[in-house]
Structure formats: structure tokens, C-alpha cells
Nanobody
Framework: VQLVESGGGLVQPGGSLRLSCAAS????????MAWYRQAPGKEREMVAT????????KYADSVKGRFTISRDNAKNTVYLQMNSLKPDDTAMYYC????????WGQGTQITISS
């Protein structure tokens, strides 16, 4: 099983990034997916979730209206479009898969700074 995140980097406040998470080794279309993040000295927190079909999404209050989670089951990939980025969005972002078992990606660093 692999979850491989990509798309992280350094962005100025107000900028945008799109994260991707490529999944393999399990039946991606059967799993709910999510993005979590962890900033230095803080607990890991849920950012956004999406149901296996993509029909149901949920967001942390701190990112509502700015982030959009989506998935392409044909490509075994989940995305996180992040707009209007703020310094408080700086964190390691992790991809997460859940059904009977749970899987984590290795994370990708997002740094928001001028």
C-alpha cells in the first residue's frame, strides 16, 4: 500500500497550491479519503474529507471556502486545492485513507511565507 503526496512547497500569503495524493495497493474507490495537517508543536488535525464516491465532503472550519477536496477514482488520486493561503496554513500535509483499515502518506510540506 502506498499513498504518495506531491505538490507541496513555499508560497506567498494569498497564493494557491494543489496537492495530489496517488494511491496504490488497495481498492481506492472503496475508501473514504482525507487530508490532515500537522504544524510544529501542534496536534495533527483534519483538514478535509471526501467519501468513497466523492459525493460527500467535509472541511475544518479554518479552511472552509478556501480549500476544496476532490478525487478521481479512475486515477486513484485525491486532490486538495488550496486558495487564499495564510501563514497559519503552514504545516506538513498528509493523505489518509480509511475503510476497514487506515493508511497514511509520508506527508508533503507546505510553507506560507513572504
Amino acid at each position: 500500500v502506498q499513498l504518495v503526496e506531491s505538490g507541496g512547497g513555499l508560497v506567498q500569503p494569498g497564493g494557491s497550491l494543489r496537492l495530489s495524493c496517488a494511491a496504490s495497493g488497495f481498492t481506492f474507490s472503496s475508501y473514504d479519503m482525507a487530508w490532515y495537517r500537522q504544524a510544529p508543536g501542534k496536534e495533527r488535525e483534519m483538514v478535509a474529507t471526501i467519501s468513497s464516491s466523492g459525493g460527500l465532503t467535509k472541511y475544518a472550519d479554518s479552511v472552509k471556502g478556501r480549500f476544496t477536496i476532490s478525487r478521481d477514482n479512475a486515477k486513484n488520486t485525491v486532490y486538495l486545492q488550496m486558495n487564499s493561503l495564510k501563514p497559519d496554513d503552514t504545516a506538513m500535509y498528509y493523505c489518509f485513507a480509511k475503510r476497514f483499515w487506515t493508511y497514511w502518506g509520508q506527508g508533503t510540506q507546505i510553507t506560507i511565507s513572504s
